[in-house]
């Protein structure tokens, strides 16, 4: 693998991606970083063996350039970057929100660009990443972006018009298992038991039941069905979940972070 590869605004997925590359085969040589701070790029170069440019500086060398800064900060990265990079530069996006076309917009005529959402589980190699081609992007490109993204998980390609609710999905999926979890261990604790035993019960139950709708090939209500007997435990517990709305409020939450990623695609940041 000898195209160099630069990751703009290392941060925690950043680092999880290029982690991941130098495992799955990629040479630390060929892999180009930027940071903020100094410091933080050191500390890249440090650990991973990988190379500090500036900004500008990977725009004129890398042959790929994955941007990962905050969505309210990718329009003065392109301010930045749009003078560097040739038109035969893939450039790949990994910020919620923006479409292809605002990269399209602000660099050269016929640069291909990708836009990627990857999630938090990329820090331990089971992201799920969605990737969408921009109006000049090939089939080659995607195959690119699905290569260096499945070095941290699984990908899937959609179409650009579905981002938002992918975002709304998976991007900011693990946070709402998180939330959930956290609620349960609660519940434990009112129940009797101490928050670490309480924490083991629930993480490796979720676990349990996130392989087996990964592997059995059952709808999850099936899967359901077979733990709820009749007038037995989870069939009142269920009951108590419908009765407060949580299905309810899980649709609504997941509309507000599909129109929250919409916001953001406008340039709206409040």
Not at 144 to 171: M, N, W, Y
Not at 221 to 249: C, D, M, Q, W, Y
Request: hydrophobic share 45%.
């Amino acid at each position: 693998m000898s195209q160099k590869v630069a990751v703009l605004g290392t941060g925690k997925i950043g680092e999880a991606l290029l982690s991941g590359m130098i495992r799955a085969g990629w040479a630390p040589a060929d892999l180009l970083v930027t940071a903020r701070r100094p410091e933080r790029a050191e500390e890249l170069r440090a650990r991973h063996g990988v190379s500090p440019v500036t900004n500008t500086e990977a725009a004129k060398t890398a042959d790929t350039l994955i941007l990962t800064v905050k969505p309210q900060d990718m329009g003065t990265l392109l301010d930045e970057l749009a003078p560097h990079i040739p038109a035969d530069r893939l450039v790949i996006s990994g910020a919620a929100g923006i479409p292809t076309s605002f990269f399209e917009e602000r660099l050269a005529t016929g640069t291909p660009v990708v836009r990627v959402m990857t999630n938090t589980p990329a820090l331990v190699d089971e992201a799920m990443s969605v990737i969408s081609a921009g109006s000049h992007a090939t089939a080659e490109h995607l195959a690119h972006a699905e290569e260096i993204f499945g070095a941290v998980g699984k990908t899937l390609r959609v179409p650009e018009s579905q981002q938002d609710a992918c975002t709304a999905l998976s991007g900011s999926g693990p946070a709402y298992f998180f939330y959930l979890v956290e609620a349960m261990t609660d519940a434990g604790i009112l129940l009797g038991l101490p928050r670490d035993k309480a924490h083991d019960l629930i993480v490796q139950s979720a676990i349990g039941a996130a392989v087996m709708l990964r592997d059995s090939g059952e709808h999850p209500v099936k899967l359901r069905e077979n733990v709820t007997s009749p007038a037995g435990t989870t069939i009142n517990a269920i009951r108590e979940l419908e009765n407060h709305g949580v299905r309810a409020a899980l649709i609504a939450a997941l509309e507000a972070a599909r129109d929250r990623s919409r916001e953001l695609a406008s340039g709206k940041k409040d």
